[in-house]
Every structure is written in structure tokens, then in C-alpha cells.
């Protein structure tokens, strides 16, 4: 099983839909859970970070689900803007703070 | 804040030369930098983790030889490709981390396109 292992995409939606994006991870003691966006040929940068009980950003929604080792980013209304590659990110656990980057969704939002 | 600042951002060399690649923290000191190298179509993989005053530590499969990472002080670490062949053309990000967030959150750089010829 993959460390992180993300939907492989890609994804085409028009604007204003809802989409869904799902993560697994496999280390049951990774602590810190995080979304990337990336864009074409740019660093990634922090979305949000993805806490036990849930959290909103806006229109961004990430939940995380322990016992199945599982995170999901929701995006309502989708933008154009918001065409990227999201990186489900999952940190090594303990006082391991390397990050483990899945390989990435990558959404496009059309007019 | 936690700017993060990474030089060159584009490098095209021969193959058999060596590159220098720079990363900064601009606005806060980073007691730990990464460094990741990401080909087209993968994800970032980690290839080494430095931390200011010491050896680096590399992941498996990253040759420490051929990737010099010198992390000299708490704003500057340098990775250094070694005799680069075009194998190693790639996409090297570097974040910095900094010290007593819960997260840890790292910040990235911009990053460094390196194509060897």
C-alpha cells in the first residue's frame, strides 16, 4: 500500500460544481494531516490543515476519519481559479515532522 | 510572513558540471530545511532533511555524494549536484520549517528547474 495515496484523476468540472477529493494514508501513527494546492510548474503551497473534527475554510471542507486512515477535501462552488493539483500531505508521525506528499488530483474548472 | 526564497529558478547545464542551488528563509530563522525533487507528473519526494550545524540526513535511495547539502546557518541551505547528468533534471524545492508550531509547517520555495543537457 502506498504511503498517501490520492484519486488519480484527473478532474473536469464546470464552475460553481462540487467536488471531492479522497485521501488514504498508511501510517495509522501520522499526526498531522494537510491540502496542497499546486500549480503548474510552482511550488505547493498550504491549503489547509485537516483537524480530527473537521474543518471549513470558505468553500473548502476537509475531514479526516482516523480509524480508516482516510482525509477528503470538499470544494463547493468551484471556481476557475481554483484549477490545480491538490497534494494530500501526511507528516511521518511522533516527532517525525517529514512530510509524505501524495501524488496529487488534478482538477480543472471550466467555463 | 515566512517567506522563503530559493536561487536560481531555472538552471541549464552540460551534463558532467556541477549546480549549486540555494534556499533562504527571508523573515524567520529555520532550524530544518528540506529538500524535495519532484519529476514531471510525480509527486515531491523528500530526498533529505537538513538541520543547521549538522550532517543532513538523506532518504533511502539518495546518494549523499552526489547531492552536498551544506546548512550553514539558520537561514541558508545549499544542495549541490554533483557531476548532474540528465537523469537528474527535475523540479528541487526546498522548505523551511519553522521551530515551535505545533505543525511544524514547512514553507516551500519557489523552486529550481534544473535540465541537464
Known amino acids: 500500500r502506498k504511503e498517501v495515496e490520492q484519486d488519480p484523476g484527473p478532474f473536469n468540472v464546470p464552475e460553481g460544481a462540487t467536488v471531492a477529493f479522497n485521501c488514504t494514508y498508511s501510517n495509522s501513527a501520522s499526526q498531522s494531516f494537510f491540502w496542497y494546492r499546486q500549480d503548474c510548474r510552482k511550488e505547493p503551497k498550504l491549503l489547509m490543515s485537516v483537524y480530527s473534527s473537521g474543518n471549513e475554510d470558505g468553500r473548502f471542507t476537509a475531514q479526516l476519519n482516523r480509524a480508516s486512515q482516510y482525509i477528503s477535501l470538499l470544494i463547493r462552488d468551484s471556481k476557475l481559479s481554483d484549477s490545480a493539483t491538490y497534494l494530500c500531505?501526511?507528516?511521518?508521525?511522533?516527532?517525525?515532522?517529514?512530510?509524505?506528499f501524495g501524488k496529487g488530483t488534478l482538477l480543472t474548472v471550466n467555463p | 510572513g515566512a517567506v522563503v526564497s530559493q536561487h536560481p529558478s531555472r538552471v541549464i547545464c552540460k551534463s558532467g558540471t556541477s549546480v549549486k542551488i540555494e534556499c533562504r528563509s527571508l523573515?524567520?530563522?529555520?532550524?530544518?530545511m528540506f529538500w524535495y525533487r519532484q519529476f514531471p507528473k510525480q509527486s515531491l519526494m523528500l530526498m533529505a532533511t537538513s538541520n543547521e550545524g549538522s550532517k543532513a540526513t538523506y532518504e533511502q535511495g539518495v546518494e549523499k555524494d552526489k547531492f552536498l547539502i551544506n546548512h550553514a546557518s539558520l537561514t541558508l541551505s545549499t544542495l549541490t549536484v554533483t557531476s548532474a547528468h540528465p537523469e537528474d533534471s527535475s523540479f528541487y524545492i526546498c522548505?523551511?520549517?519553522?521551530?515551535?508550531?505545533?505543525?511544524?509547517?514547512?514553507?516551500f520555495g519557489p523552486g529550481t528547474r534544473l535540465t541537464v543537457l
Open positions: 500531505v501526511v507528516n511521518g508521525g511522533g516527532s517525525n515532522y517529514k512530510l509524505t
Open positions: 522548505s523551511a520549517s519553522t521551530p515551535g508550531t505545533f505543525y511544524n509547517e514547512q514553507f
Open positions: 523573515d524567520f530563522q529555520a532550524t530544518t
